[in-house]
């Protein structure tokens, strides 16, 4: 029995044989040569992944595993924990990267040469990569623990040789963060653009809250560039310096520690500061920081840990410099910081303050803003700070065009740089005399101080809406599902979507991390909200999947019983995160009947797995009656008309939600009247 070795639990060896985990319940009764637990506890053990991908190898059931989990299951199962594991691939992804020749000698000899060797050959990469010890986040693996996390770097090397090596650990990195989703607070690729395109070119650019490294990652990464983060997570600041040094060949400075409280670098002074830091904190040190250089523009309350961040942000530009600050909105109006907004406003520090859609980033129940800042320097201060509510509602209660709003967002804030101001855009955009913001309250909320946008759109398009809403009223009413008749309980033989895809009959793929620049992205909330796709990924070389009409997509987050058919407006579209794409083989399966026996409620209860913070579906174990193709193709006429009926149900909802809003805003501004 192996002592100290990767372990991997009954859930983790059910994914490895493609099973669910009942079978590999059944496995341990029947084979006395099954592996023993060597860990966990009695009603959930651990066993070791080398013992146990010899034993399924032998038994012909690991034929088909995918390489990436396998070296998944290593990280996940590392006898250090999955955030160590990253670590030690992460440095050897960079050897591979930096040094392929140097990997390839230390891999040719045995596992204990290879342990002895590489911490002296890491070193050689991670210290002019990362700077001496004492001064950077990533410390290479050393000493005999090294030898266990062996097999998981030569898997990693294997993944690297066949998607590369940045892309290797932009999957393993990215499944970390997936399977952990309350354990971090992670900035979208969407706001992460938006906030480097506002802030503009730069040579040096820092993060002080820089987390997994989202924000600094869409700062354009080129030769001579250096790129600094802090993070007051250790591991973090480590996982950050290597996701970054892997994305190009910027030089790359991360420390560990409080950016607050113990600023790694108080001298730096940057083109760009990016920062998303975290919200409504009251230990942020302001007992032992009241005298602090840093507090130009105001000592800030305790309650106000957003306005230290967004001074501290002042503090590391470059004369000239701009900073972008991701900010809750209520940092925009509370009275214990209208005195530190003010003096903001008056130096001509603060440019611009937007608010994005909810739903843009994390908390993603309330919309939040965007502070954009100034390091004034020889230039008088402008007169004028530019508003922009790109949080508006989204037409007919869809989910919002992030790339639309953040073209919008671009266009307003590069004329008013262009020209000190702007024409006014109701609903929408403003450049608003400091003057007019210098009252009592000091507030910079936007929607506070924008014209208004004409109700609904104008008149018209309010008797548009109506118009709209009685078609779709009796579009609903004539697909309303006729009465339903009883029938004696089915009892049909089963089969597990899973063992259809061993067998061919459909072909079973899951979402990436990456997707190419520009691509329109199928989102879980988009499946789950029945709209078009809206979303967008990290840019990438990792192979993307493009859903296909009449695929079968599934999202398996939330445990809500949702199956979507592609239509040809959603073909082409990219295949995102949490989401799982069945496309049947079309003369064995019909795409109608297998998206609505998924649905069925036992059906993804019997599927799902229940953890403390998310429930997940494991699509392979979901089951399909064994039907003749005329039959389903039976059912699936039903189910589809079923989904049209729940489609128009839909819109009829966004409609008149639509029609309720504009009734209530024309009347109260006197655009429509009472009679």
């Known amino acids: 029995m192996q002592h100290n070795a990767t372990e991997v639990t009954a859930a983790g060896i059910a994914r490895l044989a493609g099973v669910g985990r009942a079978a590999v319940s059944n496995w341990r009764r029947r084979h006395a040569d099954f592996p023993q ?61 930096d040094r392929p020749t140097d990997w390839l000698d230390l891999a040719a000899g045995s596992d204990a040469r290879l342990a002895a060797a590489l911490p002296a050959a890491l070193d050689q990469v991670i210290t002019p990569r990362f700077g001496p010890p004492r ?14 996390s062996v097999p998981l770097l030569r898997g990693a090397a294997e993944l690297a040789a066949d998607v590369g090596a940045r892309q290797a650990y932009e999957f393993l990195l990215g499944r970390h963060l997936d399977a952990n989703p309350r354990q971090y607070t992670l900035t979208p690729a969407g706001p992460a653009a938006l906030m480097a395109d506002l802030a503009g070119p730069a040579r040096t650019a820092l993060d002080p809250a820089c987390g997994t490294g989202a924000l600094l990652r869409a700062v354009a990464a080129r030769p001579g560039q250096e790129l600094f983060g802090q993070d007051s997570a250790p591991e973090l600041a480590a996982l950050c310096a290597l996701r970054l040094a892997l994305q190009g060949a910027a030089a790359v400075r991360t420390a560990a520690g409080d950016s607050l409280r113990a600023d790694a670098r108080p ?19 302001h007992d032992e920081l009241a005298y602090d250089a840093r507090w130009e523009y105001g000592f800030p309350a305790r309650t106000e840990s957003e306005l230290a961040w967004v001074q501290h942000a002042l503090a590391h530009l470059a004369d000239g410099g701009t900073a972008v600050v991701l900010m809750p909105p209520a940092a925009a109006s509370r009275r214990s910081g209208r005195r530190i907004r003010a003096d903001l406003l008056r130096r001509g520090a603060l440019r611009a303050v937007v608010a994005l859609p909810a739903g843009a980033a994390p908390p993603y129940n309330i919309p939040l803003h965007l502070w954009v800042l100034r390091r004034p320097g020889k230039a008088p201060a402008g007169p004028e700070v530019l508003l922009v509510d790109a949080g508006a509602p989204a037409g007919e209660g869809r989910a919002a ?40 309250d000091v507030d910079l909320a936007p929607a506070r101080h924008l014209p208004p946008a004409a109700a609904a759109g104008g008149f018209e398009r309010l008797a548009g809406v109506r118009a709209d809403l009685g078609d779709t009223l009796r579009l609903a009413a004539g697909l309303t599902p006729p009465e339903a008749r009883h029938a004696p309980a089915a009892r049909w033989p089963l089969v597990t979507v899973g063992e259809l895809a061993r067998g061919g009959a459909l072909l079973l793929r899951t979402g990436g991390n990456s997707a190419p620049a520009r691509a329109l992205v199928l989102t879980d909330h988009d499946v789950l909200a029945g709209t078009a796709p809206s979303g967008g990924l990290p840019e990438g070389d990792e192979e993307s999947v493009l859903v296909e009409e009449g695929d ?31 496309r049947p083989d079309r003369d064995a399966l019909d795409p109608w009947f297998v998206a609505g026996f998924l649905r069925g409620t036992a059906n993804h209860r019997q599927a799902s797995s229940y953890a403390s913070t998310a429930t997940r579906l494991d699509v392979r174990r979901l089951h399909l009656p064994r039907l003749p193709l005329e039959e389903q193709r039976r059912y699936g006429q039903r189910f589809r008309a079923l989904a049209e009926f729940e489609d128009a149900l839909r819109r009829a909802g966004r409609l008149g939600e639509q029609l309720v809003r504009g009734m209530y805003d024309g009347l109260t501004d006197g655009t429509v009247a009472p009679d």
């Open 267 to 285: 001298g730096l002074r940057a083109d760009v500061v990016l920062c998303h830091p975290p919200f409504n904190e009251r230990n942020w040190g």
């Open 552 to 582: 079968v997509v599934v999202p398996v987050l939330g445990g809500g019983s949702v199956a979507r058919v592609v239509d040809t407006a959603t073909a082409g579209a990219v295949l995102g995160r949490n989401l799982a794409l069945l």
């Open 401 to 440: 065009d992030w790339s639309a709003a953040r073209g919008a967002v671009l266009d307003a804030w590069r004329s008013f740089e262009r020209e000190g101001g702007g024409p006014d855009e109701p609903g929408f955009s403003r450049a608003v005399p400091v003057v007019e913001l210098l009252d009592d």
């Open 135 to 148: 001064e950077r986040a990533v410390h290479p693996p050393a000493g005999p623990d090294l030898l266990t």
């Open 37 to 97: 637990p060597v860990g966990g506890t009695e009603t959930s053990p651990s066993f070791a992944l080398a013992e146990v991908e010899t034993w399924l190898r032998e038994q012909g059931k690991l034929a088909e595993v995918p390489l990436r989990e396998r070296v998944w299951q290593q990280i996940a199962g590392h006898p250090d924990g999955p955030v160590t594991a990253l670590v030690h691939a992460g440095c050897v992804l960079l050897l591979i990267h």
